[in-house]
């Protein structure tokens, strides 16, 4: 399937600093990006996506940018908060379903 | 969402058992899918079905079967458990191949 690298695994950042992690694809032709949010115990949500005919989209504190001819996209998130502290995914869709990068767990110290 | 539910939402068992977990979804959506979350693996595939009796394989498929005669139900079966197949299910559905919800999750311990 589509291969997707996603960096860093792990992020540690103070509260009210920005997290920025990275997710780069193979396929020129993807043309949707989620994120999801995964926090502990709990089941992954989608928190924000966006398609190829885009080139950044904001949702309050989070937002995805996506640079097409490098192949990579981005999630930021700005004034950090503990309840930010989770495991994020990336995705790309591969065939008939989304293919998730390993994860990055972030954590938001006070 | 209330929409999605799994169950069991935690099971044990012994090397060689058959296991079957439940995903039922009240949104008639017509996509669902099956992924194994592992550390260090992330959400890997094992199986989805895009509509009633139309099912195919994922990334991880082997040892597991899945049905899909219902749209609302998508059960994975596990014929003979191994030790590596300990892990968290999660099913998935959504209107298509993106915006997935997923339930809650079964923790599966094969022992």
């Known amino acids: 399937g589509e291969n997707v690298e996603q960096h860093p695994s792990t992020l540690s950042v103070q509260e009210g600093d920005s997290a920025v992690i990275k997710c780069t694809y193979s396929d020129s032709a993807s043309n949707y990006f989620p994120w999801y949010k995964q926090e502990l115990g709990k089941r992954p949500q989608l928190i924000i996506d966006i398609r190829s005919n885009v080139g950044e989209k904001k949702d309050q504190r989070i937002a995805v940018t996506l640079n097409k001819t490098a192949k990579h996209f981005s999630l930021h998130i700005t004034e950090t908060q503990p309840e930010d502290s989770a495991v994020y995914f990336c995705?790309?869709?591969?065939?008939?379903?989304?293919?998730f990068g390993k994860g990055t767990s972030l954590l938001v110290t006070p | 969402d209330a929409g999605i539910t799994q169950s069991p939402r935690y099971k044990i068992t012994e090397t060689g058992r058959q296991v079957t977990l439940m995903c039922h979804q009240t949104w008639s959506h017509s996509y669902m899918f099956w992924y194994r979350q592992d550390l260090g693996h992330g959400l890997r595939l094992i199986y989805y079905?895009?509509?009633?009796?139309?099912?195919d394989k994922g990334e991880v498929p082997d040892g597991y079967v899945v049905s899909r005669s219902k749209t609302e139900n998508f059960p994975l079966t596990l014929e003979s458990a191994t030790r590596s197949q300990t892990s968290v299910y999660f099913c998935?559905?959504?209107?298509?191949?993106?915006?997935?919800?997923f339930g809650s999750g079964t923790q599966l311990s094969v022992l």
């Open positions: 079905s895009a509509a009633a009796d139309i099912t």
């Open positions: 995705a790309v869709v591969s065939g008939y379903a989304l293919n």
């Open positions: 998935a559905t959504g209107q298509g191949r993106e915006k997935l919800f």
